[in-house]
């Protein structure tokens, strides 16, 4: 079907939607011959910013050979001089996404083929309850549950922010326990603190969260101050709860540091950041050397999870994927949309990410403001993060 076909780079498109809740970023690359692949950057609060981004970039890599994957990131991440950070690292992400798309086409195969095969069957999956209205968490916990949803994740309550720290812990202690009576003792839960603490705040956290079981809590301190996280990790593995982190690392380099001091139990990097499937890759395999689980970071769109989905197949680490399938417009821009089961995915078997978008469906759709808190202050009126 494809011999024959130039799989030079022709041109690399950006389109931007809103798909419900968030706004997606897509990256549409096609080669001469015709084929053309998807990519994902959704970045929230800076999706023009970041569609700029991929057209400069898509610019400068026209005329190279989509099938080259690894060639095409090194220049893209190399040949532009200043590196790393969401913007470039979101670039980058989509057309290398774009690009093992294509790569699976021409070959006929699908990319988790590419990247070495399947070592699972399916994908585990966990789903979001109270994340922006914890007074209902319990009720949504509940629902999802009944549907068969095995593992849930809480907890990012940033308008707690404003509210002296006992009042916080306060009320994570009842969202808490409302949540856990509701599912019952056998529904994993996952509590993510959006890397809002500093090390005294994270560890009193850490004690109230303890009589729930949690799995795992999600960024206990900034992104930046992974140095605090020894003391931390030691006492919550002592309680039996696993660090994750990742989501705001862009980089192998970026999680060295976290992955050879032993910091973290499950790495979170995002296909739509951090470089796309090719960085993620490396990732995943330096994280499994360390015995660290992968836990793809995917509150994006289609292809975000269509990306996530295939390496997750293919990587040897445990696994789990976020999901969030409630966008009411994800099917209306899939072609073919992917079978969401309760609590895993099943990636098909068709070339490519198996994935494609209606583009008009997109463009019918323009991006709007979003409803996520775009700004947090504490009680004393100073800033907090979102």
């Known amino acids: 079907m494809t011999a024959g076909r130039s799989t030079r780079i022709a041109r690399v498109e950006t389109f931007t939607t809103f798909g419900g809740a968030r706004n997606w970023v897509f990256a549409r690359v096609e ?11 959704s970045t929230e609060l800076w999706e023009a910013t970041v569609a700029t981004a991929i057209r400069e970039l898509g610019a400068r890599l026209v005329g190279m050979d989509a099938m ?43 990319v988790y083929t590419l990247l070495g095969g399947p070592t699972r069957d399916w994908v585990p999956t966990y789903r979001h309850v109270g994340i922006y209205t914890p007074d209902s968490l319990a009720q949504q916990g509940q629902a999802l549950v009944s549907q068969g949803v095995r593992t849930i994740k809480t907890g990012a309550w940033v308008l ?22 509701a599912v019952g003792e056998e529904i994993e839960i996952l509590l993510d603190h959006h890397g809002r603490a500093e090390l005294d705040e994270a560890i009193r956290m850490l004690h109230v969260a303890a009589p729930f079981r949690p799995r795992w809590i999600e960024e206990p301190t900034p992104p930046e101050r992974t140095d605090l ?33 032993g910091l973290i139990d499950v ?14 890759m490396k990732i995943a395999a ?29 990587v040897p680490n445990r696994v789990i994927l976020e999901l969030c399938p409630d966008e009411p417009r994800r099917s209306e821009i899939c072609i073919e949309p992917w079978q969401l089961q309760p609590d895993r995915l099943l990636v098909p078997d068709r070339p490519g990410l198996g994935i494609d978008l209606d583009v008009d469906a997109i463009k019918a759709v323009p991006a709007r403001q979003i409803k996520v808190p775009t700004q947090a202050f504490r009680h004393d009126g100073s800033v907090a993060d979102i």
């Open 31 to 41: 080669t001469e011959g015709g084929i053309h692949g998807w990519g994902e950057a």
């Open 68 to 110: 080259a994957t690894e060639q095409v990131w090194q220049r893209a991440t190399r040949h532009g001089f200043w590196r790393g950070g969401v913007v470039l690292g979101s670039a980058v992400a989509a057309i290398d996404q774009a690009l093992w798309d294509i790569r699976g086409k021409v070959l006929g195969v699908p």
């Open 160 to 181: 707690d922010s404003a509210l002296p720290e006992r009042d916080r812990l306060r009320k994570a202690q009842e969202r808490l326990t409302a949540l856990r009576e």
């Open 229 to 261: 996280l020894g003391p931390w990790a030691r006492e919550a593995r002592g309680l039996g709860i696993s660090v994750a982190l990742g989501e705001r690392l862009f980089s192998r380099s970026e999680f060295r540091p976290v992955l050879q001091q």
């Open 267 to 280: 790495a979170q990097p995002d296909l739509c950041h951090a470089g796309g499937i090719t960085e993620v």
């Open 286 to 314: 330096m994280a499994d050397t360390f015995g660290v689980a992968l836990a793809p970071h995917n509150p994006g769109g289609p292809v975000s999870t269509a990306a996530s989905a295939h390496v997750a197949m293919a």
